[in-house]
């Protein structure tokens, strides 16, 4: 009888996995297949963009939450906002997508790029003002690899 011997240091275990710099999600109500756009900006700014280039230890990750309601929508409906989880250096962003029926009725092209419009939008109004964070030279960077 043969016993395996298992490297536990080399061997990755469900949640062990290391978070990514960035996180992207979207809350909806029937927005369709277009809702799937944010998988993207998660691939293609995890590849690109460090976060450890902006923040001196201060934000290890950001997750951005797209928003997408219609205006009259009377369901649990969240507004834009920003909030930090210092004790996992966590940085989270809301953002109101307010093109509803534009969203939903969008090309997935055009839907990407609807997000990217609201993305930098939100960076913008909430990200500019965060202490120890460079981000001047972070939204150069994005706006390069989007």
Same mark, same amino acid.
């Given at each position: +009888? ?14 062990? $996995? ?14 369709? &297949? *277009?809702?799937?756009?944010? +998988?993207?900006?998660?691939? %293609? ?16 990750? /950001? ?8 205006? *009259?929508?009377?369901?649990? *409906? ?9 004790? #996992?250096?966590?940085?989270? /962003? &809301? ?11 969008? #090309? ?5 790029? %609807? ?11 909430? %990200? $500019?003002? $965060?202490?120890?964070? *460079? ?5 150069? &960077?994005?706006?390069?690899? %989007?």
């Amino acid at each position: +009888m043969e016993t395996a011997l298992i490297d536990i240091k080399a061997a990755k275990f469900v949640g062990m $996995q290391e978070k990514p710099d960035f996180i992207f999600s979207s809350m909806s109500y029937k927005a369709g &297949d *277009n809702v799937y756009s944010t +998988m993207f900006f998660n691939e %293609l700014l995890n590849k690109k963009i460090y976060l450890k280039n902006y923040s001196k230890n201060e934000i290890k990750h /950001i997750t951005f939450t797209f928003l997408i309601y219609p205006v *009259n929508y009377s369901g649990v *409906n969240r507004s834009e906002r920003k909030y930090y989880k210092r004790s #996992e250096k966590h940085f989270f /962003i &809301d953002i109101k997508v307010n093109e509803y029926e534009d969203f939903c009725n969008a #090309e997935p092209l055009l839907a990407k790029e %609807l997000l990217k419009t609201h993305l930098l939008r939100a960076v913008k109004k909430f %990200l $500019q003002t $965060q202490k120890d964070f *460079n981000f001047p030279l972070f939204l150069k &960077d994005l706006e390069e690899v %989007l």
